[in-house]
């Protein structure tokens, strides 16, 4: 794809998410749409583009919403600082989890991620300061640099705002001579060893620039909704993001926001579909369709691995090639 299209797409992407509040979608949706959108696209930047698949990201995600959400209520931090702390408590962890994971590689690197995540959460299942079950709440939003977040509609371009300065950085981090290793390792390890590169230092510094997007994505999902649970720290949060990161195709810019945006969908308007669809057909089956949400996004999973392994925007992007070429 040409800089000149990948440019018109970009643009035609962020003036559509500007655009949401006037085209009447429900502002809180969206922005919970756009936390896990950046989750996906961090995520991304460490399989998509380093070749490492974490199952225990969702320890990132979950500890920067804990750490945002009581630095805001308990320390009376303003937004912007308990935002930055959770991204850094985000990055933190990530450096950890990073240090003893990379000694390992394949499958080995991801159990020890899995691993170290389940030990995060009984950590902060036990700890007071969480709440426990009934999970950090009633987190105050706070102003945004003179802007009153307890607006939606400021809140939502404010979170706008944060997701393209977060998603052009990694677009910078991809585009960068920094990205182009990342790839070179992803492609053929030994051979980047071969020329000379650290390969431990690259993916080590991928693995805290991804956990600490992630934690931005924590941290920005507490403010919006005012509350962070253990759900933020289960292993299917990681799976769920995995998902994302597959359905919009691995290894693009664009492809994790898509799919984010499918599955957050998927996830809160199946029931309303299952209920369209039985008046439609008559079937009363069909009103349970919204209690079986995980069986849906299985099903999704499954047809995507087996008919469109590169996802969404992978498949868009080598059908529009193979249409190139033909027409020379």
């Avoid at 390992?104 to 902060?124: D, E, H, K, N, P």
């Avoid at 308007?269 to 849906?296: C, H, M, P, R, Y």
């Amino acid at each position: 794809m040409g800089s000149q299209t990948r440019f018109v797409g970009y643009f035609t992407l962020f003036a559509l998410i500007a655009l949401m509040p006037v085209l009447g979608v429900y502002p809180v949706f969206v922005m919970k749409a756009l936390c896990f959108a950046l989750f996906a696209c961090a995520f991304n930047l460490l399989i998509g583009f380093t070749g490492l698949l974490s199952f225990g990201h969702a320890a990132f995600f979950g500890a920067a919403a804990y750490a945002a959400g009581y630095s805001m209520k308990v320390w009376g931090f303003p937004a912007p600082v308990g935002l930055a702390f959770g991204a850094l408590a985000g990055a933190a962890l990530g450096f950890v989890f990073g240090t003893l994971a990379i000694r390992r590689s394949g499958i080995y690197f991801t159990m020890i991620t899995l691993a170290l995540a389940q030990m995060v959460f009984f950590i902060f299942l036990q700890a007071p300061f969480t709440g426990g079950e009934d999970g950090l709440q009633s987190v105050p939003r706070g102003s945004f640099l003179g802007i009153d977040l307890a607006s939606d509609i400021k809140l939502y371009y404010v979170v706008a705002g944060l997701f393209t300065a977060a998603f052009w950085f990694i677009h910078r981090i991809v585009h960068s001579p920094f990205g182009q290793v990342l790839k070179a390792i992803r492609e053929n390890e030994p051979r980047a060893i071969s020329l000379g590169y650290e390969v431990d230092r690259f993916k080590l510094l991928a693995f805290v620039l991804s956990a600490g997007l992630a934690g931005l994505a924590g941290a920005i999902k507490t403010t919006v909704l005012g509350f962070a649970t253990l759900t933020d720290l289960l292993w299917t949060t990681s799976g769920a993001v995995i998902l994302m990161t597959l359905v919009g195709g691995m290894g693009t810019l664009v492809g994790p926001i898509l799919g984010a945006v499918l599955i957050v969908a998927l996830e809160n308007k199946v029931g309303d579909l299952g209920t369209g669809l039985a008046s439609l057909t008559g079937v009363d089956w069909f009103n349970s369709l919204g209690e079986s949400v995980q069986i849906v996004t299985g099903l999704i999973f499954v047809i995507c691995v087996l008919a469109f392994r590169r996802g969404v925007v992978g498949e868009a992007d080598a059908l529009a090639a193979r249409l190139s070429k033909s027409a020379r």
